[in-house]
């Protein structure tokens, strides 16, 4: 509602220079120059206001991607072979633009191609790993266009 007064069309571009006929190309400038700051105005608004949506906490529940379980999980240790992957967020999130990538004692073991899950807010992955600690590094695009990124670490046990 408070926007509309900054419309285009709250102050004519062309009033100015009809009226007075020696300033009109200064007048025009000035209110072109004027139109330009408002735009600017409601851009750095826009950009305050989709901050703030991420800030406060329901909005940003249902915008940014929290990673909710994840299997294995967190200290988890399982054993070695072909492991299944499986990352659940709390929103739905984007598998095409999202990556996961494990490493050992800091060097990357592999990048894991992600597949989605059984619903929207789920990729998983599969992985054959040897005994050793595993650390997952995922980075995952929500809907609201906002990456987010996180770690699993877990231990792999020899056979
Ligand atoms: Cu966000």
Redesign the pocket.
């Known amino acids: 509602m408070a926007l509309q007064c900054y419309g285009p069309t709250g102050k004519s571009w062309a009033s100015p220079s009809e009226e007075s006929g020696g300033k009109s190309d200064t007048g025009f400038l000035l209110s072109i120059i004027g139109e330009w700051v408002v735009l600017y105005r409601l851009n750095r608004l826009s950009l305050v206001f ?1 901050l703030l ?2 800030l406060v906490p329901n909005a ?1 529940a249902l ?2 991607a929290i990673l909710e379980t994840s299997q294995p999980a967190e200290g988890a240790a399982v054993p070695a072979g072909d492991i299944e992957i499986i990352l659940s967020y709390n929103s739905r999130i984007d598998p095409a633009r999202s990556a996961v990538t494990l490493t050992m004692a800091g060097k990357t073991v592999s990048k894991l191609t992600l597949t989605p899950g059984d619903a929207p807010n789920i990729v998983r992955s599969t992985a054959h790993l040897a005994a050793g600690k595993y650390v997952l590094h995922w980075q995952v695009l ?1 809907l ?3 990456i ?1 990124r996180g770690q699993v670490s877990f231990n792999v046990t020899g056979s």
């Open positions: 989709g949506l991420c940003a915008a940014h929500s609201d266009g906002h987010t």
